[in-house]
Each structure stands twice: as structure tokens, then as C-alpha cells.
Nanobody
Framework: VQLQASGGGLVQAGGSLRLSCAASGSIFSINDIGWYRQAPGKQRELVAT???????SYADSVKGRFSISTDSAKNTVYLQMNSLKPEDTAVYYCNAGGLRQTADAHITDFRSWGPGTLVTVSS
């Protein structure tokens, strides 16, 4: 399963960006999909995730500013980021887990990462 993210860029503090991540491949079902980020010199951290039933989880640092949503028909997840701060600067990675169909028609689980998209927030 491949993940392709888009929407990163440079924005001033207080501005907004929307990230998108589309999953493709022999997807049987997606159980959870979301976003992580890694700032320079720091460990990768959870930003927000959404489960197939719709439940969401956010890092405390982004609650009230970021919103995660999905378009299940398109296997796409979005991250709306408002009131951006310089400390939100990082490479944002899409991550998804679920079930996929193999070439011989078996069902197996997957966990995939996208290549990352850079978000830079200037002060």
C-alpha cells in the first residue's frame, strides 16, 4: 500500500494549511490513518489519527487548532491546520494501517508510511 501526501509549504504564523494523503494499492480495508511529524533534532511524534469508526486522537499541542478528516471513498485523509505556530514546523508523515489483498488473493495486514511533506511556519 502506497501513501502519497501533499499540501505542505511555507506559511506565516497564524496561517493555515491543509495536508492530504491518498492511499493506493490493493487495499481491503483501512483501520486507522493519520499524521505524524518530525522536527529537526526531535523524535517523530503523533499529530492526529482517525480510526475507521470515526474516533480521533490528537496531540495535546494541536488540539483545537488541527482537525483530521477522511474521504473513505477516496482512501484519503486530510489534516486541516489552523493557527499555525513556528513550533509546528516539521516534516509531516502520513501513516496508515489495515488489511490488503496479496497477489494470490490472501488478506494480510499492512502498515505504511508516506514519504513526508515539509511544513514550515515562519514567525
Amino acid at each position: 500500500v502506497q501513501l502519497q501526501a501533499s499540501g505542505g509549504g511555507l506559511v506565516q504564523a497564524g496561517g493555515s494549511l491543509r495536508l492530504s494523503c491518498a492511499a493506493s494499492g490493493s487495499i481491503f480495508s483501512i483501520n486507522d490513518i493519520g499524521w505524524y511529524r518530525q522536527a529537526p533534532g526531535k523524535q517523530r511524534e503523533l499529530v492526529a489519527t482517525i480510526a475507521s469508526g470515526g474516533s480521533t486522537s490528537y496531540a495535546d499541542s494541536v488540539k483545537g487548532r488541527f482537525s483530521i478528516s477522511t474521504d473513505s471513498a477516496k482512501n484519503t485523509v486530510y489534516l486541516q491546520m489552523n493557527s499555525l505556530k513556528p513550533e509546528d514546523t516539521a516534516v509531516y508523515y502520513c501513516n496508515a494501517g489495515g488489511l490488503r489483498q496479496t497477489a494470490d488473493a490472501h488478506i494480510t495486514d499492512f502498515r505504511s508510511w508516506g514519504p513526508g511533506t515539509l511544513v514550515t511556519v515562519s514567525s
